[in-house]
């Protein structure tokens, strides 16, 4: 068993632990934040420095690439790092621990984003491909590479929801680690593209289903359960965690950086006000948000996600440490919760979050409103320039392909096909009964946002 969750940890180690001082100084804890999300790891180490630099080897060539660190970077999905990273992409991380120093995956790795040829803290990652960061780099190891339940079906997703079940199923409610694994019904079929960081801001839930109270700081420490982190590892980051939820609530979602037509965005204004904002809010200086979870039936989107959750899992997290976050006469007040559907998003950088519906089964906001252009099976180039974005139709440059079944699972991996579990892109019908040009104010409107 011990042997087992050494390996465990290697493979699901997502963020890093070192402890450091802080000065007399201390800066505010937003800017606290920030360094601490940009300069440490929150989990030990996974690789050996080593494997990054080998990891070529295991892609089928003869020799390193010249341009390494940018090879490595469209492998894998991982964008530049936009501060000091010692050379390594977002994501990735310089650490220690139990095996010595070596590199870790961090936050970033899914919550670290590049759109039109930048790269943003906190947008999600979308052209990630978890499988084979982890299988590469275990294999340059000189390990099996082989994962216990798939990281990734489709690249810019990730089975974060299995990852956080398995780290689970080795804990006690005390977070001390168990004998023998317990079965919380673990699936690795939900497809996740996460929400970016800075709508936090307005949400009072948080994931997917809107499953969590956005105030928990506990609830954000979950990939810190790998089996080489100790319970008192774990328990004495929450300030830090703080110091970083803080920071996340300060983050601004970025500009859209081409053309807006002026005149066609204040009609889409009032089109999105009359048919949008009931479930998405309002923008601008008195801007609303009505957090309001819509029923599965009635948005009709891949039930899986929502369906993926045994109750076991929900009352292992209710009994466990991070849900007795505050004490007191009021009791704990960030249990997970059963809701009834999926919480709809504020819409804030809109244009920069593509692609669209919680697991990325549909690439542009024009599909979005228009369920009868969605694609069936495609693929996109993984890249995140200027010319690999769509500006009209808001969203990745895709194409359509048949899905020969011959293909590695590497290549199998970019394309998207939504008659596979977990990846339908039916539902949110509600731009259907729009006119052609009522769409393209709409589209014209939220690229204000």
């Not at 590469?136 to 974060?160: K, M, Q, Y």
């Not at 919760?337 to 549909?362: C, E, F, R």
Request: with cysteine.
């Amino acid at each position: 068993m011990l042997r087992g969750l050494i390996i465990a940890g290697l493979l699901l180690a997502g963020l890093g632990i070192q402890v450091f001082g802080r000065p007399a100084d201390e800066p505010r804890a937003a800017e606290r934040g920030r360094i601490a999300l940009l300069t440490r790891s929150f989990n030990p180490t996974i690789w050996s420095t080593r494997a990054y630099d080998n990891a070529w080897r295991q892609w089928g060539l003869a020799e390193r690439p010249a341009n390494y660190e940018e090879a490595v970077r469209e492998r894998y999905g991982l964008p530049h790092a936009p501060y000091a990273n010692d050379g390594y992409p977002m994501g990735l991380r310089n650490a220690g621990g139990l095996l010595g120093k070596g590199l870790s995956t961090d936050c970033l790795v899914c919550h670290g984003g590049s759109i039109a040829g930048q790269s943003y803290v906190g947008l999600p990652s979308a052209s990630l491909d978890m499988q084979a960061l982890y299988e590469d780099l275990a294999r340059a190891d000189g390990r099996s590479g082989s994962t216990p339940f798939i990281f990734s079906n489709v690249r810019g997703t990730t089975e974060a929801g299995a990852m956080a079940i398995f780290l689970y199923q080795l804990r006690q409610p005390d977070l001390n680690l168990r004998i023998t694994r317990q079965n919380l019904g673990l699936r690795d079929d939900l497809c996740e593209d996460p929400p970016a960081w800075w709508l936090l801001r307005k949400k009072k839930t948080m994931y997917q289903t809107g499953s969590n109270d956005a105030r928990s700081v506990r609830s954000i420490m979950q990939f810190m359960l790998s089996p080489l982190n100790p319970p008192s590892a774990i328990k004495k980051e929450e300030t830090t965690f703080g110091d970083i939820q803080a920071f996340i609530l300060s983050l601004e979602p970025p500009k859209y950086p081409f053309p807006i037509n002026s005149e066609l965005a204040r009609k889409g204004e009032g089109i999105f006000r009359a048919t949008c904002s009931r479930c998405h809010g309002t923008y601008g200086s008195d801007w609303t948000y009505p957090n309001k979870i819509v029923a599965i039936d009635v948005i009709g989107t891949d039930r899986n996600r929502f369906e993926g959750f045994k109750p076991e899992s929900g009352q292992f997290y209710n009994q466990s440490w991070f849900a007795h976050e505050k004490n007191g006469w009021l009791g704990d007040e960030y249990p997970v919760m059963k809701t009834a559907g999926y919480q709809a998003p504020p819409l804030d950088g809109i244009w920069a979050t593509a692609p669209y519906l919680h697991n990325g089964s549909v690439p542009t906001v024009y599909d979005l409103l228009n369920s009868k252009s969605r694609p069936r099976i495609f693929t996109r180039s993984y890249r995140t320039g200027v010319e690999d974005y769509d500006p009209i139709k808001l969203g990745w440059k895709v194409h359509i392909v048949d899905d020969d079944g011959n293909l590695s699972p590497f290549e199998r991996r970019k394309i998207y096909d939504t008659t596979r579990p977990g990846r339908g892109n039916g539902g949110h019908t509600f731009g259907d009964d729009l006119t052609p040009e009522e769409r393209m104010a709409v589209i014209e409107y939220l690229k204000t946002l």
